[in-house]
C-alpha cells in the first residue's frame, strides 16, 4: 500500500499552496481556524501548528486574537520562469479544465436548488467584481462563490473537489499575470460572475446546466488558446513534465485497515470471496496488502463485526451469509451514522459525474469489448455495473476525471453490506438490469441513453439506500439526502 501521508502535511501543502497561487491575496486573513478545522477534518491543535510553520516561512504574519495575515503569495521568480512552468505543466492543466468543465455544471445546478443567493457569504464580493468588469485581481471573488453554492449544497464532496480544482488551475496566473487571457475571456462577451449570479437568481435546471456547461467550456477554450499562444512565443519552449492530479477524499480517516476491509468487502460483495469460501492465510493477505499481521488482524476482526467473516480455530476465516442482526448493531455506532452519510454523499456525486464520464467513454469502446460485456452477464450473484463501471474508467482519458472517478468508486466500497444486505437478491436483480438495458443503448450506438442508464443505476441505488438506512436501521439524519434529477 503507498504511503499516508500525514494530516499536518497534507493541510500545511494545500493552505500553502493557496497562497502561493495567490488565491488568498497579500493583506488578506486566512479562513478561521474553525473553518479550516470543518474543511480538512482535523484538530484546532493541527491548523495552529501550520499557522506557525507558514509564519515560520514567512508566508503570514500572525498577531494575537487575530487571523494571520499574508503577506507573501509567490516565490522570488520572475514572469518568464513562471511562464516555464506554466508550460511545463501545459497538458495537465488543461486536461482539468476540461475534466471540470464536464462536471462542475451538474454539481453547480445541483448544489443550486433551494439556495438563496443574497446570503451566501461571497455574494456581495462577486457583485462588485461584476460591476467593476471582472478587473485583474477581482476574479477570486466568483471563484469563491462557486465554492459557498457548492458548500452550501449539503455535500462537502462538491466543495471539497472544488477547493483541488483551485489548487492545480493556475487561474491566478492566468488572471492577474496574463495579459492574453484577459484580453480573450475576462473582458470578452462571457463574465463568469454574470454567469453565475444569472443562474443564481431563476431559470429551469437544465437552463442552468446548459448556462453554466457554456461558460466552463468557454473558460477551457480560453485556457487552451492562452496556453497555446504562450507556446508558440516563448523562446525555448521548455519539455513538458506534467503535474499529477491528486484528490483523496479519505485522507486524514484512511487507515491501513479500513482499506484492507473496503477492499475485501468489495470482493465479497462481487462474489470473489463467496460465501463457503476461505479467505487467504494471515501472512499471506499481510504480504499481499505490504502490511503487519497486527494490522489484518484488526481488518479481519472488523469484517467479523459486520458480520462478513467468521473465524475458525486451525481452519482460517471462512466468508458466511451476513447477519442481518450484526447490521442492525453496527447501526446504532455513532461513526457508522457519520460513514453513512459519506457513502450516500458519494452515491450522489457519482450520480451527477458518471454521466458525463460515460457518455466521454462510449465512443471508445469497440463491439468486441461490448460482446464480453455480454458474455460476463451471467451469473445472477454478480454486480454487472462494476463491470461496466470498470470499462468505462478503462476509456476515461482526462487523467483527473479518472482520479475522481476511481476515488469516489472507492467509497462507495463501504457500503456493500448495506446495499446488497438482507434483501441482495430483489436489489441487485432490479440493478442488473437496469445496467443490461444501459449497455443495450450502448450496443445501439445511443451513447446519450447509455450515459443517462449509467446514472441511473446509481440513481437507484441511492434511493434504495436511503430507504433502507431510514426504516431499517433508523438513520434518519440521511432522510435529507437528495437523489439527483436527471436534466
Same mark, same amino acid.
Given at each position: 500500500?503507498?504511503?499516508? #501521508?500525514?494530516?499536518?502535511?497534507?493541510?500545511?501543502? #494545500?493552505?500553502?499552496?493557496?497562497?502561493? #497561487?495567490?488565491?488568498?491575496p497579500p493583506g488578506n486573513a486566512l479562513p478561521s481556524s474553525r473553518m479550516y478545522c470543518e474543511q480538512f477534518h482535523v484538530s484546532r491543535y493541527t491548523i495552529n501548528r501550520v499557522f506557525d510553520a507558514l509564519r515560520a516561512e514567512g508566508l503570514v504574519d500572525i498577531q494575537p486574537r487575530l487571523a494571520p495575515i499574508v503577506?507573501?503569495?509567490?516565490?522570488?521568480?520572475?514572469?518568464?520562469?513562471?511562464?516555464? #512552468?506554466?508550460l511545463k505543466q501545459r497538458e495537465s492543466i488543461l486536461q482539468l479544465y476540461q475534466t471540470f468543465a464536464l462536471i462542475l455544471p451538474s454539481l453547480m445546478v445541483f448544489s443550486l436548488q433551494g439556495c438563496d443567493v443574497e446570503i451566501m457569504p461571497h455574494y456581495k464580493q462577486a457583485m462588485k467584481a461584476l460591476r467593476l468588469g471582472d478587473a485583474s485581481g477581482e476574479w477570486s471573488s466568483p471563484s469563491k462563490l462557486g465554492y459557498d453554492i457548492l458548500r452550501i449544497g449539503g455535500n462537502s464532496l462538491f466543495s471539497e473537489l472544488y477547493s483541488t480544482f483551485g489548487l492545480y488551475n493556475k487561474l491566478a496566473f492566468f488572471a492577474e499575470d496574463c495579459p492574453y487571457f484577459s484580453k480573450h475571456f475576462l473582458r470578452g462577451s462571457v463574465s463568469v460572475t454574470s454567469v453565475i449570479i444569472d443562474t443564481l437568481k431563476g431559470g429551469e435546471p437544465l437552463t442552468k446546466y446548459n448556462q453554466l456547461s457554456d461558460m466552463y467550456q468557454k473558460l477551457t477554450d480560453s485556457i487552451e488558446h492562452t496556453l497555446n499562444y504562450l507556446s508558440e512565443t516563448t523562446p525555448k519552449c521548455p519539455a513538458r513534465t506534467g503535474?499529477?492530479?491528486?484528490?483523496?477524499?479519505?485522507?486524514?480517516?484512511?487507515?491501513?485497515?479500513?482499506?484492507?476491509?473496503?477492499?475485501?468487502?468489495?470482493?465479497?460483495?462481487?462474489?470473489e470471496y463467496s460465501v463457503g469460501i476461505y479467505l487467504p492465510y494471515e501472512k499471506q493477505l499481510a504480504n499481499q496488502y505490504d502490511v503487519s499481521l497486527s494490522t489484518v488482524r484488526k481488518a479481519l476482526s472488523e469484517l467479523e463485526q459486520r458480520g462478513f467473516v467468521k473465524k475458525s480455530n486451525g481452519k482460517g476465516t471462512i466468508v458466511i451469509e451476513p447477519d442481518d442482526t450484526k447490521l442492525h448493531q453496527l447501526a446504532l455506532n455513532s461513526g457508522y451514522v457519520e460513514k453513512a452519510l459519506r457513502y450516500l454523499h458519494a452515491l450522489q456525486l457519482m450520480v451527477l459525474i458518471i454521466r458525463p464520464a460515460a457518455l466521454a467513454a462510449a465512443a471508445r469502446f469497440t463491439r468486441e469489448e461490448l460482446d464480453e460485456l455480454t458474455d460476463r452477464f451471467t451469473s445472477p450473484g454478480s454486480v454487472y455495473l462494476a463491470d461496466i463501471q470498470e470499462a468505462v474508467l478503462k476509456h476515461t482519458t482526462l487523467e483527473p476525471l479518472y482520479v475522481i472517478l476511481s476515488e469516489t468508486n472507492h467509497l462507495l466500497e463501504w457500503g456493500h453490506?448495506? @446495499?446488497?444486505?438482507?434483501?441482495?437478491?430483489?436489489?441487485?436483480?432490479?440493478?442488473?438490469?437496469? @445496467?443490461i438495458t444501459a449497455l443495450r443503448q450502448l450496443y445501439e450506438g445511443n451513447a446519450s441513453s447509455f450515459a443517462d442508464g449509467? @446514472?441511473?443505476?446509481?440513481?437507484?441505488?441511492?434511493?434504495?439506500?436511503?430507504?433502507?438506512?431510514v426504516e431499517k436501521y433508523k438513520f434518519h439524519n440521511v432522510a435529507n439526502i437528495r437523489v439527483p434529477e436527471k436534466y
Open positions: 500500500m503507498k504511503p499516508q #501521508e500525514t494530516k499536518f502535511t497534507f493541510v500545511y501543502n #494545500e493552505i500553502k499552496q493557496c497562497i502561493l #497561487e495567490g488565491q488568498i503577506v507573501s503569495k509567490k516565490d522570488s521568480c520572475n514572469s518568464s520562469n513562471t511562464v516555464f #512552468e506554466i503535474l499529477k492530479f491528486s484528490w483523496n477524499p479519505m485522507r486524514g480517516q484512511d487507515y491501513y485497515y479500513s482499506k484492507i476491509v473496503d477492499d475485501m468487502n468489495l470482493k465479497i460483495g462481487l462474489g453490506h448495506f @446495499a446488497y444486505y438482507p434483501s441482495k437478491r430483489h436489489t441487485l436483480s432490479h440493478l442488473n438490469k437496469k @445496467a449509467m @446514472a441511473d443505476c446509481y440513481r437507484y441505488i441511492l434511493i434504495c439506500m436511503k430507504k433502507n438506512m
